[in-house]
């Protein structure tokens, strides 16, 4: 399954070579994971011995739709369908190879099952496909079997030097960020549609007009530095509550980051423009909407 992570913020493995081992073969998910429902902890499938054999085939088959909980896949559903309609990149390696490439010889190894409750259960797992990974699997117990309910995969320390604390990719919590993330653009991207004019004496008097497509991404159709200059179709989106405008023809450009105010009536941030008759500006700038600074003066 190759899945997650975003554009805008998403992890790549770095792969390179490894010696790896031959196949063979914490903390408690949240609440959301695990279902209410009575569980009989002497059926066999409450021991290390059942859990392993588990892991193995699931690792045999790599299928997340018979392998992953109900809540992993309810999450992933939902962020790809925000990808699609926000066309925002939901990018990621293959969480059970951990990697974008595969090693015709890559493998795994169960190195330990622990903190086994009658719902949920922790594996550790050793990958190696061209390098080394340990994976913490958190595993809930439903439909009468054990499941997958999310990766935890170190990713590299951070900037604290070689003793610091490893940085954790955490799955499901990258989802969950991810899909906030998408609904607060696209709730910005409908908001923001329709006319805005500039504000103020010492900044471009830029016009812009903003539609949604088909799929309720934002565009726009009127980018004009009034009376001088028009950008056509410029690139436009919403990333990370961010509008984003930019566009390069020829000797000209524009790129605007803007951020809309809680009113929802103000567009703020910064703009760098230059045209070819020689005219630069780098600054700041403002736009309220439906407004037009020498329409509102006559």
């Not at 926000?86 to 969480?95: A, E, K, L, Y």
């Not at 010889?105 to 622990?114: A, F």
């Not at 539609?211 to 028009?230: L, P």
């Not at 910064?270 to 509102?296: A, S």
């Amino acid at each position: 399954m190759k899945r997650n992570l975003l554009i805008l913020g998403c992890l790549l493995f770095v792969l390179t070579g490894c010696n790896g081992g031959g196949k063979t073969g914490g903390d408690v998910p949240s609440e959301d994971s695990v279902k209410t429902e009575t569980v009989n902890t002497d059926d066999g499938k409450h021991t290390v011995e059942y859990i392993t054999q588990r892991l193995n085939t699931i690792y045999e088959l790599q299928d997340d739709k018979k392998c992953c909980s109900e809540r992993y896949l309810k999450l992933y559903n939902e962020a790809v369908a925000l990808s699609k309609k926000s066309g925002m990149t939901f990018i990621d390696s293959d969480h059970w190879v951990q990697g974008n490439d595969i090693d015709p010889e890559w493998t795994y190894s169960i190195l330990e099952v622990t903190d086994i409750t009658p719902t949920t259960a922790n594996a550790r797992v050793l990958v190696c496909n061209y390098t080394e990974r340990d994976v913490i699997l958190k595993l809930v117990f439903e439909h009468g079997d054990w499941y997958v309910d999310n990766f935890l995969t170190e990713a590299g320390g951070g900037w604290g030097g070689p003793d610091a604390e490893p940085d954790i990719f955490d799955e499901v919590e990258d989802m969950k960020e991810f899909i906030k993330m998408v609904k607060g653009d696209i709730e910005i991207a409908q908001k923001i549609v329709g006319m805005w004019g500039w504000v103020g004496d010492h900044c471009p008097e830029l016009l812009l007009t903003f539609e949604q497509n088909g799929k309720g991404q934002v565009k726009v159709t009127d980018c004009t530095i009034y009376r001088i200059y028009s950008f056509h179709s410029p690139l436009c989106g919403v990333y990370d509550g961010k509008v984003q405008i930019s566009q390069m023809p020829d000797n000209s450009k524009i790129d605007l980051s803007l951020t809309l105010n809680e009113k929802g009536d103000e567009l703020s941030g910064h703009i760098e423009l230059k045209l070819e008759d020689g005219y630069h500006y780098d600054g700041n700038i403002t736009l309220k909407k439906d407004y037009f600074k020498y329409g509102d003066e006559d």
